[in-house]
């Protein structure tokens, strides 16, 4: 009878842990998934991030809010440009940046939320 209980038991956990194996994304999936959260533990693009969120602003808009030098705002946007999470576009001697998405405020707006709980 111990037996048949421990048996019931091992095929519930193995089918629960299939089934969280069939849920599971492909590793690469995961591994950007790592790389998209990486771009939001730096304080600098976070507040870049926050910033945008109110609409375009260029390199001196944001070096000015953030009380920065231009070099060093541009070297974040840099970053989270290449990891498509702004976008630009140049009007005469000016580059202005917008969020990619609607995605990224979203994200923004999830995780002060979850600290704010």
Not at 80 to 86: D, E, G, I, K, P
Not at 106 to 111: A, S
Request: charge should be neutral; proline fraction near 1%; aromatic fraction near 8%.
């Amino acid at each position: 009878m111990l037996q048949d209980h421990r048996e019931c038991i091992y095929n519930n956990y193995s089918k629960s842990l299939k089934n969280v194996r069939n849920t599971l994304p492909e590793v690469e999936k995961l591994l950007q998934m790592a790389e998209l959260y990486k771009m939001f533990s730096d304080l600098t693009r976070i507040q870049i991030l926050w910033a945008l969120e109110s609409g375009e602003l260029c390199v001196s808009d944001l070096a000015s809010l953030l009380d920065m030098s231009s070099s060093a705002i541009s070297h974040h946007l840099k970053t989270l440009r290449y990891a498509n999470l702004v976008n630009s576009r140049r009007e005469g001697k000016n580059i202005y940046y917008i969020l990619a998405d609607t995605h990224i405020k979203d994200i923004l707006l999830q995780g002060f939320g979850h600290i704010n709980e």
